[in-house]
């Protein structure tokens, strides 16, 4: 017992004093644990570096970031969504990196204009439909999924998931918020059923024959197909074809950015830099899946077979900045 | 030693008080324009629906506890023995885990919807009102089981013999003696289950079903206002405030305390035939759909995907969450106990608004409370590194804050059943220890604990299970390296992987069955010396 109580104030100190520790890059993380830690492994074996690392979800580590001001422990920020690197730059969070590797590896549209966040991989939002139900000829982008010839033949994940949001941001930064509202509110009106937790839920209604077709990052694609490769389900790659030359599939990012009161910056932006190199850039893509943000780096062969598209590639801190008017948008044609 | 009384009451109460009170500063600074859209297309659907949750869980939660806490506590029937310890289990489920096996196995793509749906019949939407209901109200009728049994053991047999006695039948016994006797301890059930209803968010979600919790988490991740999440918080603890005050001047009014002795063997109406079938079928039935079912699945996943996962590192999360929900507990269950204790030697109506805030934590979402923690520590630290007083931050990431964190959370899980068990030992017990000398602590520690042990004990099980389960608080002031088997559920979920989540979800509930058996032995223990 008396052991068990030393050891229990040993780690008490311990716990208090994790943060003084010094010549290590301290990360807090979205991305889940299970996609970062292996390659922050490999930077440690490669560099010598250690990487500290806490997860949580984008909100509470913004709240936490801001909290903390001047004397947080962290420096570097990663998320799963351009959206909260957005709103930590715009809440002074972030600083500017001026880095020519990071420049040369990440393309414009995929980082901050101002340079306080880089993307690091690449999330596409495509559609997915049942071959037995649709042909590819029917599918052309995700405005005519509004016509009225898909009624009741629609399922969507819920609005409340930033994919979604970011979606409708593009919509809107295409064109304007009156026509992104038709079309959004034409989507609702084609609904089969009421909106899925998760895009997982709503590729099963697609192949149980519920709806015909819905919209998906293509990771939760190739993660269900490697389960149940018989499911009657195929990508298609919207947009591919319209006169205006941004026009393509719509992409959020992973990404990272330093933080403004960062200890170690140099360390930090070292290993920004390596993260969007050719080492790290298909071990951080291919683990879920998505595409290398650096388009140097081919991604990982199951992801090649589905064929290659074209970006949208509108800036994607429009995304960030339109969220807010996205989610409002949602809400007032009643997508859940 | 009023004087004193009233400052430990204070220092208790400021754990919960000082968070509530960061995140009610928010009212200083509206947003109109947000306001103006959740107003205009977002409150008023998600009011009724909250107004229907809470309704539907209510009675819910009521039907199943009730029934199944007085069949196990006053019952005799063919599996009563393994029933009375069974139908806790459902405590260490989360309940969106359970949601999302639901949806896996009922919704409209759902294995069992399928294979329905080729034989003819086509099952209603789980994704629903009446769904979500359902589902909390399997996930969370324990609480009112927990509470109610121990007021319906803590009757005592001579009650209802007396009962008995003067002609009355067997229901009229339940109704006219029982029920309104265990008041106090259903009443303490029933209010943690409808808090955890309205501070729920994993559920609702996955069921998609709006309610007041998910505007808030929608105002603050969607529309980025942390702000506008706070007022709404405050709003919906302050509606909170308002019902547990209101109830507890009703039931101040009356008073409870039971005659029995310590040790009084319980009573047990013997159920003969098609009764006590039936009795064994209702409770099979409840744990089948709120505990087998689900964990089969569980087990499943953990089975054929999540060992995978599986390596020395599960050492380290299931001794975090066991170091974490034991010496939380330890911690929580000692600041309610010196909390019910002070508000019995003086009562009255300052000193029960008083507690009741103190409880409120657990009502509030758990992402908002943690950040309403978080502020005025990274405060505090950022004060004493100004001065010199420190280099780096202190108190943020330490273990003793995640205690305190836990304290301000879960006060209502370890406050409601020690204080539904004080009111049932008569103020005579203390007048006669008063007589003999016996006073403040001493009094406490050596009349009322023995008889309060039930009490603690029921407390205990569920702070320290609540704590098992605990995520946003963990996730937010956890040390480095500090996952626990909770963090991990969430590294998989978050994704999407809930296959993956399977493992560390199914060792929360095998860990989360140590305090439900020491629960069950220490009740059979108080009753049988």
């Given amino acids: 017992m008396k052991l068990f109580f030393c050891r229990f104030m040993a780690m008490v100190l311990t716990g208090l004093f994790a943060s003084a520790v010094h010549a290590t890059v301290v990360v807090y993380s979205a991305r889940n644990e299970q996609l970062i830690k292996p390659l922050f492994d490999a930077y440690t074996r490669e560099t010598g570096i250690a990487v500290k690392f806490i997860t949580d979800k984008e909100g509470p580590l913004l709240a936490r970031l801001k909290a903390e001001g001047a004397n947080t422990p962290a420096d570097m920020l990663m998320t799963v969504d351009a959206g909260n690197l957005w709103q930590a730059a715009q809440e002074d969070l972030l600083q500017p990196v001026v880095s020519a590797t990071l420049r040369q590896n990440i393309p414009s549209h995929l980082r901050d204009p101002g340079n306080q966040w880089f993307g690091l991989s690449v999330r596409a939002r495509t559609v997915v439909y049942n071959p037995v139900k649709v042909k590819p000829s029917e599918l052309s982008s995700y405005e005519d999924l509004a016509a009225s010839r898909w009624k009741g033949r629609l399922c969507l994940r819920t609005s409340k998931k930033v994919y979604n949001q970011s979606l409708v941001a593009m919509l809107i930064t295409e064109h304007g918020e009156d026509k992104a509202e038709k079309i959004v509110k034409g989507w609702i009106d084609n609904l089969a059923t009421t909106p899925f937790p998760d895009d997982t839920k709503a590729m099963e209604a697609v192949a149980a024959g519920i709806c015909d077709v819905t919209l998906v990052n293509t990771y939760y694609f190739g993660r269900l197909m490697e389960k149940k490769p018989d499911l009657p389900l195929a990508l298609f790659w919207p947009n591919q074809k319209l006169k205006d030359p941004t026009a393509g599939v719509h992409v959020n990012i992973s990404g990272a950015g330093i933080t403004r009161y960062a200890k170690n910056k140099g360390e930090a932006i070292k290993l920004l830099e390596w993260l969007s190199s050719a080492k790290a850039q298909n071990l951080y893509a291919d683990i879920n899946l998505e595409y290398p943000a650096n388009p140097a780096i081919k991604p990982s062969l199951q992801v090649t077979a589905w064929g290659d598209f074209k970006q949208n590639t509108n800036p994607i801190s429009e995304a960030g900045r339109l969220q807010v008017k996205a989610t409002m948008l949602m809400d007032r044609v009643g997508y859940k | ?529």
């Fill in chain 2, 1 to 529: 030693m009023r004087r004193l009384s009233w400052a430990v009451v204070f220092g208790i109460a400021l754990i919960t008080w000082i968070p509530l009170l960061v995140i009610a500063a928010s009212v200083l600074h509206p947003d109109p324009v947000i306001w103006r859209h959740l107003l205009d297309f977002v409150l008023p659907e998600l009011l009724a629906n909250t107004v229907w949750l809470v309704f539907g869980v209510g009675i819910g939660v009521l039907l199943l506890g009730v029934s199944t806490a007085w069949l196990t506590a006053a019952c005799e029937f063919p599996g009563r023995r393994v029933f009375e310890w069974a139908l806790l289990l459902p405590l260490a489920l989360p309940a969106y885990i359970s949601a999302f096996v639901w949806l896996g196995l009922f919704d409209v793509t759902g294995s069992v919807a399928l294979w329905l749906r080729e034989s003819g019949i086509v099952l209603p939407s789980i994704r629903s009102r009446g769904g979500i209901i359902l589902l909390l109200s399997l996930s969370l009728y324990p609480y009112v089981f927990l509470t109610a049994r121990a007021a319906f053991l803590g009757q005592g047999a001579r009650l209802f013999e007396v009962a008995q006695s003067m002609g009355l039948s067997h229901s009229q016994i339940f109704w006219r003696v029982a029920l309104p006797l265990a008041r106090p301890g259903i009443v303490a059930g029933l209010t943690l289950a409808l808090m955890e209803t309205l501070a729920e968010f994993g559920a609702v979600s996955v069921f998609n079903y709006n309610t007041f919790t998910t505007a808030i988490y929608k105002a603050w991740f969607g529309l980025f206002s942390l702000t506008t999440a706070s007022q709404l918080a405050s709003m919906l603890v302050f509606f909170v405030l308002a019902a547990l005050l209101i109830e507890g001047q009703m039931r101040a009014r009356r008073h409870y305390a039971a005659a029995t002795r310590a040790g009084e063997r319980p009573f047990r109406l013997r159920l003969q035939g098609s009764t006590a079938i039936a009795a064994s079928v209702v409770c099979a039935i409840v744990l089948f759909f709120a505990f087998l079912l689900p964990i089969a699945q569980i087990a499943w996943w953990a089975w054929s995907v999540g060992s995978m996962d599986l390596d020395m590192r599960y050492w380290g999360f299931a001794t975090h969450s066991l170091l974490l929900s034991g010496f939380g507990t330890v911690c929580v269950v000692t600041l309610a106990l010196l909390l019910g204790y002070t508000q019995r030697l003086l009562p009255g109506a300052r000193m029960r608004a008083m507690t009741r805030i103190s409880t409120l934590g657990y009502a509030m979402p758990g992402a908002v409370l943690a950040v309403g923690l978080f502020i005025p520590l990274a405060w505090l630290d950022n004060q004493m590194i100004a001065t010199g007083f420190i280099q780096a931050p202190l108190l943020q990431g330490s273990l003793i804050v995640m205690l305190l964190a836990y304290a301000a959370r879960f006060m209502a899980v370890a406050f409601n059943p020690i204080e539904a068990g004080l009111t049932r030992i008569s103020q005579n017990i203390d007048e006669a220890a008063q007589l003999h000398g016996v006073v403040g602590m001493n009094r406490l520690w050596r009349v009322h604990l023995p008889m309060l042990r039930v009490s603690v004990l029921t407390a205990a099980a569920l702070t320290c299970v609540d704590i098992l389960k605990e995520l946003p608080i963990t996730l937010m002031t956890r040390p480095f390296g500090w996952d626990t088997l909770a963090v991990r559920v969430f590294e998989m979920t978050s994704e999407g992987e809930w296959e993956r989540a399977a493992l560390p979800a199914l060792v929360i509930v095998l860990l989360g069955l140590l305090p439900v058996w020491l629960l069950t032995k220490g009740q059979d223990h108080a009753l049988a010396c």
